[in-house]
Protein backbone atom coordinates (compact mmCIF):
# COMPACT_ATOMS: atom_id res chain seq x y z
CA UNK A 1 0.00 0.00 0.00
CA UNK A 2 1.27 3.26 -0.81
CA UNK A 3 0.81 6.10 1.07
CA UNK A 4 0.77 8.95 -0.96
CA UNK A 5 -1.45 12.04 -0.33
CA UNK A 6 -3.41 13.76 -3.02
CA UNK A 7 -3.80 17.34 -3.24
CA UNK A 8 -6.88 18.57 -1.45
CA UNK A 9 -8.34 21.41 -3.78
CA UNK A 10 -11.13 23.65 -3.78
CA UNK A 11 -13.36 25.89 -6.19
CA UNK A 12 -12.52 29.28 -6.23
CA UNK A 13 -15.98 30.51 -4.70
CA UNK A 14 -14.85 28.64 -1.63
CA UNK A 15 -11.26 30.11 -1.63
CA UNK A 16 -12.94 33.55 -1.80
CA UNK A 17 -15.05 32.89 0.96
CA UNK A 18 -12.47 31.72 2.94
CA UNK A 19 -10.60 34.49 2.32
CA UNK A 20 -13.45 37.10 2.84
CA UNK A 21 -13.52 38.41 -0.76
CA UNK A 22 -15.69 38.81 -3.49
CA UNK A 23 -15.02 36.54 -5.79
CA UNK A 24 -15.89 38.74 -9.38
CA UNK A 25 -13.25 41.08 -8.22
CA UNK A 26 -10.31 38.87 -8.14
CA UNK A 27 -7.97 38.34 -10.73
CA UNK A 28 -9.12 36.06 -13.91
CA UNK A 29 -6.57 33.75 -12.91
CA UNK A 30 -7.45 32.97 -9.52
CA UNK A 31 -10.99 32.43 -10.59
CA UNK A 32 -10.24 30.54 -13.22
CA UNK A 33 -8.84 27.40 -11.30
CA UNK A 34 -8.92 25.41 -8.69
CA UNK A 35 -6.95 26.35 -5.27
CA UNK A 36 -5.00 23.85 -3.16
CA UNK A 37 -4.72 23.73 0.46
CA UNK A 38 -1.23 24.99 0.39
CA UNK A 39 -2.25 27.41 -2.05
CA UNK A 40 -4.75 28.80 0.48
CA UNK A 41 -2.58 28.99 3.33
CA UNK A 42 -0.21 30.85 1.97
CA UNK A 43 -2.51 33.50 0.38
CA UNK A 44 -3.98 34.04 3.93
CA UNK A 45 -0.28 34.26 5.42
CA UNK A 46 1.47 36.03 2.19
CA UNK A 47 -1.35 37.87 0.77
CA UNK A 48 -0.37 39.67 -2.13
CA UNK A 49 -1.00 42.89 -3.03
CA UNK A 50 -4.83 42.47 -5.09
CA UNK A 51 -5.74 40.04 -2.10
CA UNK A 52 -4.34 42.97 0.71
CA UNK A 53 -6.11 45.57 -1.69
CA UNK A 54 -9.37 43.69 -1.84
CA UNK A 55 -9.39 43.18 2.05
CA UNK A 56 -8.78 47.01 2.33
CA UNK A 57 -11.23 48.28 -0.17
CA UNK A 58 -13.33 45.90 -1.33
CA UNK A 59 -16.33 44.98 -3.08
CA UNK A 60 -16.90 43.39 0.14
CA UNK A 61 -19.21 39.97 -0.02
CA UNK A 62 -22.28 40.55 2.08
CA UNK A 63 -21.05 38.95 4.95
CA UNK A 64 -18.04 40.98 5.41
CA UNK A 65 -20.02 44.23 4.92
CA UNK A 66 -22.77 42.69 7.61
CA UNK A 67 -20.15 42.30 9.83
CA UNK A 68 -18.58 45.94 9.07
CA UNK A 69 -21.87 47.74 9.76
CA UNK A 70 -22.58 45.60 12.75
CA UNK A 71 -25.83 43.55 11.46
CA UNK A 72 -27.11 40.25 9.91
CA UNK A 73 -26.85 39.44 6.14
CA UNK A 74 -31.08 39.56 6.41
CA UNK A 75 -30.80 42.82 8.03
CA UNK A 76 -28.79 43.94 5.23
CA UNK A 77 -31.49 43.06 2.98
CA UNK A 78 -34.48 44.05 4.79
CA UNK A 79 -32.63 47.28 4.20
CA UNK A 80 -32.17 46.79 0.51
CA UNK A 81 -28.44 46.51 0.37
CA UNK A 82 -28.20 43.77 -2.35
CA UNK A 83 -25.06 44.40 -3.84
CA UNK A 84 -21.11 43.92 -2.41
CA UNK A 85 -19.67 47.42 -0.53
CA UNK A 86 -16.57 49.06 -0.95
CA UNK A 87 -14.78 50.32 2.29
CA UNK A 88 -15.93 53.89 1.27
CA UNK A 89 -19.46 52.64 0.57
CA UNK A 90 -19.42 51.34 4.19
CA UNK A 91 -18.39 54.33 5.82
CA UNK A 92 -20.64 56.36 3.47
CA UNK A 93 -23.62 54.34 5.10
CA UNK A 94 -22.56 54.63 8.66
CA UNK A 95 -22.05 58.25 8.41
CA UNK A 96 -25.55 58.58 6.88
CA UNK A 97 -27.11 56.47 9.92
CA UNK A 98 -30.24 55.35 8.06
CA UNK A 99 -33.18 54.16 9.73
CA UNK A 100 -32.84 50.77 9.13
CA UNK A 101 -29.31 50.25 10.14
CA UNK A 102 -30.06 51.54 13.42
CA UNK A 103 -32.66 49.59 13.64
CA UNK A 104 -30.72 46.16 12.33
CA UNK A 105 -27.80 47.13 14.92
CA UNK A 106 -30.42 46.98 17.62
CA UNK A 107 -31.85 43.58 16.41
CA UNK A 108 -28.58 42.32 16.06
CA UNK A 109 -27.15 43.49 19.85
CA UNK A 110 -30.23 42.03 21.00
CA UNK A 111 -30.12 38.39 19.28
CA UNK A 112 -26.50 38.32 20.68
CA UNK A 113 -27.55 39.31 24.22
CA UNK A 114 -29.67 36.17 24.25
CA UNK A 115 -27.55 34.12 22.48
CA UNK A 116 -24.84 34.96 25.71
CA UNK A 117 -27.69 34.18 28.03
CA UNK A 118 -28.92 30.78 26.60
CA UNK A 119 -25.36 29.88 26.12
CA UNK A 120 -24.85 31.10 30.29
CA UNK A 121 -27.73 29.28 31.59
CA UNK A 122 -26.36 26.30 29.53
CA UNK A 123 -23.49 26.07 31.40
CA UNK A 124 -23.50 23.99 34.77
CA UNK A 125 -23.14 25.70 37.08
CA UNK A 126 -20.46 23.82 40.29
CA UNK A 127 -21.38 23.66 43.49
CA UNK A 128 -18.59 24.96 45.73
Do not use: C
Not at 9 to 20: F, R
Request: aromatic share 4%; hydrophobic share 35%; no cysteine.
Amino acid sequence: MSSHQTTQTMKPATAAKKLGVYLEATPAEFQEGDVSRTELNELQTNPPQWLRELRANGPHPRPVVAARLGVSIAGLARGGVTEPLTTEQIEALRAEGPEWLAKERATQAEVRKEAERIKNKKEPTTKG
